[in-house]
């Protein structure tokens, strides 16, 4: 909630936050359009998204971490956020530099719909290649992972080398994270979905725990290893695809909070879970927060806080477990 409140309250625009706040809630208050507007239409749609966002993306790791057995896991290794990149820079060279007048909306759900297709397609291809008899080698798909994503940077890189310097510009701070775009329209779209796919992981959470025990262990145990690996990465390809869309590819988020809250609440994934929900979501809140007012009348990347913040953090991590080797 602290989080929340200092998110809203700062900004370039200068605000009675408590009015705003007693006036939203439908006491008498009279307020001037423009505070008024901030406030309901960019504010708070902005910390609501980051909250989702960072929920989406530190779920999603936590799964990733559970299914491949290794706490270096994101959902970028199987090609999620290299394929909406690909879609991302595909559309920003192929179809941004159209003249379309009052049809703008289709170059806005454009860059919507074909990251979010990259990424689902890139992960559905991951996923195919590394299956054998109809089933699923981890070890497999963390190669071919990594080979897709090659692919996908090769991908980048021509299109890059081809863009103009105003596409290239939009592809490079899409890519670098952004809560820019939220509102409430938006809100609409993913809050459901992400109901939808934490229901989905919290039911499938005792399999996510006997999967930590190792794959023959689980089946031993009753659990269907293809069906519930197969469902976890549709459901976490779906959702980072879509957030990725939206926002960009925020870095570190989906990789660290895991370790964060396996650390202070164990790792049982019906506390894991929600934990890292709202964990991720405090983190990205207040990431979103410093890149809006560390430097003033300008909108710092949201990517480039997460890792400054992550990558510290992940680098003690590792400092710490080699001296209890």
Known sequence: MLSFYLSISFGDASININKNILSWLGFNHEIEAIPKFIFEEIRIPRALMALIIGAILATSGTVMQAIFRNPLADP???????????????????????????????????MVIFPMLGAILTTFLVFKLSQYNNKTNVATMLLTGLAINAIAGTIIGY????????????????????????NW??????FPIFLFVMICKLMLRKELNLLLLGEYEAHYLGVNVEATRRNLIILTSGIVGLSVSLC??????????PHICRLIFGPNHKILLPMSALIGGIILINADLLSRVLIPYSELPIGIVTSFIGAPFFLYLIVKSKKTI
Not at 185 to 190: A, G
Not at 248 to 257: A, D, R
């Open 185 to 190: 329209s938006l809100m609409q779209i993913l």
């Open 76 to 110: 970028g290794l199987i090609g999620v956020s290299s394929g909406g990149a690909v879609g991302a820079i595909l559309f920003i060279t192929i179809f941004s530099s159209l003249e379309l007048g009052n049809f703008k909306w289709v170059i806005d759900s454009g």
């Open 248 to 257: 960009g590819m925020i870095g570190f988020l989906g990789l660290v909070t």
């Open 159 to 182: 299109a890059t080398f081809l863009s103009t310097d105003d596409q290239l510009r939009s592809f490079t701070f899409w890519s670098l994270g952004t809560l820019g775009r939220s």
